[in-house]
């Protein structure tokens, strides 16, 4: 028994030595030098598979703001385009996100518009062209802000005509289609006119900020090259054709649909103009409610809004007080642009400054800028 431990032990310590050589026998011999050392391999962790029906994101768009484009669709991202585009129901825009009527909202913020060097945006209300030789035009205001080689916004109305000529033409007509056949033909005899006072405005030009050197060689290069910046004035924008106030209006009836043919009216226009004098520009649609008064009933506000959407118009709001047409002094004009400054509301009756505004807009009127120019013109440095 003790003789086949020893054999047995003897023939695995046997085997031990000749099976390896037996097994690499046939393998290359790689010099230690050049061996690779082994290593193990990690399986690549499976990334998880993109949810079905999700679209990429989109990359943010890059907005550049240039001075000359202010009041051009092009001034802003190319998600906010859509605001002011006809025929699209943009549904809630701005403000609170539970009011189905943000498009009426009055906003104190101008997108399309640059804060100049003095501060505040200047805006002016109502006629383009006076009633009465005592009274001011838009058209003097342009002006006079082009010397200053300043910037202001205009919200028209049609010129020579008012909420009398509403009232008159439904007393004069029985029936809703006599009644909006009147009043076009009406609107119609001021279209030339007004027209021609939009282009007057739209076509004065500020100097731009670096002088613009033309060059006198007349090679083709040069032809090709792009046009220097063109820094406009003034823009339009739409305050109703007679001055309805469209708070006190009711659904349904004639006056509110007079209202709503009047703002078309505006927008054709404003449209004509545009085209004439700046071919290919792609306005923004500002609109102000006549003594800053929104609708209040809502089927009012559907109807309102209805059209807005139809033409891409969207509301604006102001700095200033809705007693405005009381500014006569150049004092509180002055004192009312500084509060517009510090994005301030001012009440030029009681010389109040109050309540606070997104953005400092000042509101004007056409019609008293002689007695106000003054201290509009004092608070604005010439550039």
């Known amino acids: 028994m003790l003789r086949m431990t020893v054999r047995y032990k003897f023939s695995l310590l046997t085997l031990g030595l000749i099976l390896p050589g037996i097994l690499v026998a046939d393998e290359p011999v790689t010099p230690p030098e050049t061996r690779e050392p082994t290593s193990v391999e990690t399986p690549p962790t499976p ?88 009274e001011s035009s838009g058209i003097s205001v342009a002006r006079d802000l082009q010397k200053a080689n300043a910037r202001g916004i205009f919200f028209a109305n049609v010129p020579g005509v008012s909420s009398h000529d509403v009232r008159r033409i439904i007393r004069k007509n029985s029936s809703s289609e006599k009644r909006k056949l009147a009043c076009q033909e009406l609107l119609e005899s001021k ?32 032809f090709a090259s792009p046009p220097p910046p063109v820094y406009y004035t003034c823009e339009v924008y739409n305050h109703t054709a007679f001055h309805q106030d469209m708070k006190t209006l009711k659904p349904g009836s004639d006056q509110l649909a007079l209202c709503l043919q009047g703002i078309s009216f505006i927008e054709e226009c404003l449209d004509e103009a545009y085209e004439a004098e700046r071919p290919g520009w792609k306005r923004t649609r500002w609109f102000r409610f006549p003594f800053l008064h929104a609708p209040k009933k809502k089927a009012v506000k559907k109807e309102v809004i ?29 004192e009312s642009l500084q509060a517009a400054k510090k994005h301030r509301r001012y009440n030029p009756k009681f010389g109040g400054v109050y309540s606070q505004a997104d953005q400092p807009i000042a509101l004007f009127h056409t019609k008293t800028w002689r007695k106000v120019k003054k201290g509009i013109l004092k608070a604005i440095p010439a550039s």
């Open 306 to 334: 209805a059209c807005f959407n139809k033409l891409g118009l969207l509301s604006l709001g102001e700095t200033q007080d809705s007693k405005d047409v009381l500014n006569l002094n150049w004092k509180k004009a002055y």
């Open 191 to 222: 279209r030339a006119i007004f027209v021609e006072a939009l282009r007057e405005i739209l076509r004065l030009k500020n100097s731009p900020p670096l002088p613009h050197q033309p060059t006198t060689e007349t090679t083709q290069e040069n």
């Open 47 to 134: 990334s998880p598979e993109p949810e079905e029906n999700t679209p990429p994101p989109k990359p943010k768009p890059k907005h550049l703001p240039l001075p000359h484009l202010q009041g051009s669709l092009e001034f802003l991202p190319e998600e906010e385009r859509n605001l002011f585009t006809p025929g699209i129901d943009v549904g809630h825009v701005r403000d609170n996100p539970a009011n189905p009527h943000r498009r009426l909202v009055q906003r104190t913020i101008m997108q399309t518009e640059l804060i100049p060097a003095w501060g505040a945006v200047l805006t002016f209300d109502d006629q383009l062209i006076p009633f009465t030789p005592q």
